[in-house]
Nanobody
Framework: VQLQASGGGLVQAGGSLRLSCSAS????????TGWFRQAPGKEREFVAG????????SYADSVKGRFTISRDNAKNTVYLQMNSLRPEDTAVYYC?????????????WGQGTQVTVSS
């Protein structure tokens, strides 16, 4: 599976952005997908994940209640709706795909998209 993330940009604190991750490959619908982020000088961290059939979602505590992950298998796309953005959400965001959410770090990765939240 090849992945390409888009939708990043500059937004003021309190604003919203929606990230998209488009996938190629007929087996995308069989993969769990998710989002990670990496801020300058920090380790990459898990943000959100969704199972192949959208039946299971998982979020980092820092984004619960503000971010929503969803997917459209017909369009081979996974989304991350980010609301109430904070300066600490500033990072490069990456999408990933794997047989399960737990195995995301060992799966396929797309290039990142920069999200910058100004205070």
């Amino acid at each position: 599976v090849q992945l390409q993330a888009s939708g990043g940009g500059l937004v003021q604190a309190g604003g919203s952005l929606r990230l998209s991750c488009s996938a190629s490959g007929r087996t995308f619908s069989l993969y769990a997908t998710g989002w990670f982020r990496q801020a300058p000088g920090k380790e990459r961290e898990f943000v959100a994940g969704i199972s192949w059939n959208s039946g299971v979602t998982s979020y980092a505590d820092s984004v619960k209640g503000r971010f929503t992950i969803s997917r459209d298998n017909a369009k081979n796309t996974v989304y991350l709706q980010m609301n109430s953005l904070r300066p600490e959400d500033t990072a490069v965001y990456y999408c990933a795909a794997a047989p399960s959410i737990a195995r995301m770090t060992d799966g396929s990765w797309g290039q990142g998209t920069q999200v910058t939240v100004s205070s």
